[in-house]
């Protein structure tokens, strides 16, 4: 029992709460960084250590962080975290930290980070915490390989850089632009809402009770509520 | 005087954070089901990327770079945005009345909105001036309301009052929709080299 408690915390983030198709957490990161499989999973690999890290650290400040100043307080571990990676992706893989840009600091302010500090971390046991962490960042990755792989081999008619579909045909670069990424998580998400309709795990807990924002949110028009509730 | 209005136009128009460089998604698609609180969010996170540019520019250049500890960077702007942040709901609430019922309830949201920790970096990485990087933040803040005043026209005619598969309800189509304006947006790519 409590082995399977575990593992469904594990498995929760890959498909039945994943963060970026379910929740629609994270989208900037995931739009901007799937252009290429090597991209969205250095992306991936990156959110999911800082993902890890700030579970640990807040289940273990939980009961010293006071209620009133919370945000403030998973805002300065998460950014701290955030710095490392920074600094690690800079030194040891200078050429994702040219791709990633912008958007490796923004990892800060990657809605699924806070949003799990405050939906599960500021809530459980570390153990909880992290695998909560493993499973989410895994699922975040999964979605960017997804969608880089989908660009990438329409876009470019490579995968990983080698070349697959360019061979016969050429690339639609469009795929790469920017009304490419939005049109490609549109399909991803139409189809998970597709094949995950009949068993209805879909729409549960996506309303505002299970909004990591539902406290500072005064009458729901801030947020995202109804739009799949 | 051109230097600061090509900025600004190529902001709206060129590098419009939601449709050109996937900043801002979250309220863009979130917050844009009616034009109120779209124009709402829009003004609001136009202020608060003045204001956090106003302030950021200067700790980095005259303190971070000046002390070498450039790599704080990340912590201290976001610290720095929450607060201001902060501040300013609580001005705002004492002294602005009208103005905090209007906009008060999208601040919150602000702090985590990627598009105004991206304007201060972005700001600080190309190198602008003060001034450039208040016209920058400035053009970045309208382009990110045009984009949310015509989505929320484009969701209010269009998403909500068409049929359509099951599947693609609520976010998928706004998705789609954002892939088509953002598709027009290219149309833009070539006004300045």
């Not at chain 1, 200078?94 to 500021?122: H, Q, T, W």
């Not at chain 1, 879909?202 to 799949?228: H, N, P």
């Not at chain 2, 929450?82 to 609430?93: N, P, R, Y």
């Amino acid at each position: 029992m409590e082995n399977k408690s575990k593992l469904s915390i594990l498995t929760n983030g890959l498909i039945k709460e994943n963060p970026v198709l379910v929740l629609v957490l994270g989208t900037c990161p995931t739009l901007a960084t799937s252009t290429s499989v090597i991209n969205g999973f250095g992306m991936g690999v990156s959110a999911t250590a800082v993902l890890i890290c700030s579970n640990i650290v807040i289940a273990l400040l939980r009961k010293i962080i006071p209620d009133n100043v919370r945000i403030p307080c998973f805002i300065t571990v998460i950014a701290g975290f955030v710095t490392i990676v920074q600094l690690v992706v800079k030194a040891f893989a200078p050429a994702l930290d040219k791709s990633l840009g912008l958007y490796l600091p923004l990892i800060v302010v990657n809605c699924i980070i806070l949003g799990r500090a405050e939906m599960f971390a500021s809530k459980n046991g570390i153990i909880d915490s992290a695998l909560d962490g493993i499973g989410m960042g895994i699922g975040f990755t999964l979605t960017l390989v997804v969608m880089g792989s989908l660009r990438e081999l329409i876009g470019a008619g490579t995968w990983c850089g080698v070349p697959i579909l360019s061979r016969i045909m050429p690339g639609m670069s469009i795929m790469t632009l920017v009304p490419g990424g939005f049109f490609v998580y549109a399909l991803v998400m139409a189809f998970v809402h597709y094949i995950t309709t009949d068993k209805s795990t879909i729409r549960e807990g996506f309303g505002c009770s299970d909004c990591a924002m539902q406290d500072d949110c005064v009458d729901g028009s801030g947020c995202a509520k109804g739009e799949v509730a | 005087m051109a230097k600061y209005v090509i900025i600004i136009i190529s902001m709206v128009l060129v590098n419009n954070y939601p449709l050109a460089q996937f900043l801002g998604i979250c309220p863009f698609l979130g917050v844009s089901k009616d034009k109120e609180s779209a124009t709402g969010m829009g003004i609001a996170v136009t202020f608060v990327m003045v204001l956090a540019t106003a302030v950021t520019w200067p700790i980095q250049n005259l303190l971070l770079d000046r002390f070498g500890i450039g790599y704080l960077q990340t912590v201290v702007f976001i610290l720095v945005i929450a607060a201001l942040v902060q501040l300013i709901e609580m001005f705002m609430k004492k002294n602005m009345v009208g103005l905090y019922k209007s906009l008060g309830v999208f601040l919150p949201l602000i702090t985590t909105n990627c598009a105004v920790l991206g304007v201060c970096i972005s700001n600080i990485d190309s190198g602008y001036n003060y001034l450039q990087s208040l016209f920058n933040a400035f053009g970045a803040g309208i382009g990110f309301l045009f984009a949310m005043i015509l989505m929320a026209g484009v969701r209010s005619k269009l998403v909500d009052q068409s049929r359509m598969p099951k599947s693609w309800q609520g976010v998928p189509i706004v998705l789609l929709t954002a892939a088509i304006m953002a598709l027009s947006f290219m149309g833009f790519g070539g006004m300045f080299s």
